[in-house]
């Protein structure tokens, strides 16, 4: 169960949650992008379907009707990459208030059972 809220925060929260602080941040450019207009009931929709899609290795999709958000799961491919097994390309699109945007991510799952975004560490 861990596992499913930190994949949540991974796969949606972060992305929301910048969005939502961007302008009090200084990076008022963000407060004018799709996630932005995504409410929590949003996130928490579409972060059940992401982690529902990378578990099961399909693609998915989500609608909140109460709205109007929606969002497809498309998984790329699966890959090994940087010692992960299993890692999945996936490409995430979101519409909400009139706007539509995607994104294409790899994402791994940590030893906790939870999906991260894959990222080269810096030497």
Partial sequence: MQGKKTARVLVFGLATIAAWTAHAAGYG??????VAKLTPQDVKIGTAAAVAALDAGQNGNWTN???????????VKT?????????????????SGGMKDHGTYI????????????SVSPR
């Fill in 65 to 75: 009707p109460a709205t109007r958000a929606s969002g497809t799961i498309t998984i």
């Fill in 79 to 95: 890959l090994d990459i940087g010692g992960h097994k299993g890692c999945r390309q996936t490409r995430l699109d979101i519409e």
């Fill in 29 to 34: 450019f963000l407060a004018h992008t799709v």
């Fill in 107 to 118: 994402l791994c799952r940590r030893s906790s059972g939870s999906w991260a975004f894959y």
